[in-house]
């Protein structure tokens, strides 16, 4: 259960990342709320799936599963150029995520 509520949170950092970039400098309200209610999320299942996890392992899967879900999600909308490089480089990435859980000694 904490592995599935570290990749939910994973995929919130990426909801309060984009929220952020959308909100120009908390300019625009709408924006402002998600980058608010994904970060509270984000940081919950974070600190909830750490109960069990190594923080090492959480925040690295946590980081990676938003740095990923971010970068796919510009390029898919355009606004962050894609290339083969960038996609084998995070397929590189979520390779290493799925590594760091079979090797986690947590359930």
């Known amino acids: 259960m904490d592995w599935i509520v570290l990749v939910l ?6 909801v309060w990342a984009i929220a952020l970039d959308r909100s120009e400098g908390f300019s625009h309200p709408i924006p402002t709320m998600f980058f608010l209610a994904g970060l509270a999320c ?3 299942g974070l600190g909830y799936a750490t109960k069990t996890i190594p923080i090492g ?6 980081t990676g599963i938003g740095v990923v879900a971010t970068a796919v ?3 898919a ?3 962050e150029p894609a290339s ?3 996609v ?3 397929a590189g990435l979520v390779g290493c995520i799925v590594g760091l859980r079979l ?3 947590s359930a």
Do not use: R
């Open 77 to 79: 909308t355009g606004s």
């Open 103 to 105: 090797v986690s000694e």
């Open 73 to 75: 999600y510009g390029m």
């Open 84 to 86: 083969l490089v960038k």
């Open 42 to 44: 984000s940081m919950f």
């Open 88 to 90: 084998l480089l995070l």
């Open 57 to 62: 392992v959480a925040y690295a899967v946590w």
């Open 9 to 14: 949170s994973g995929m919130m950092e990426s």
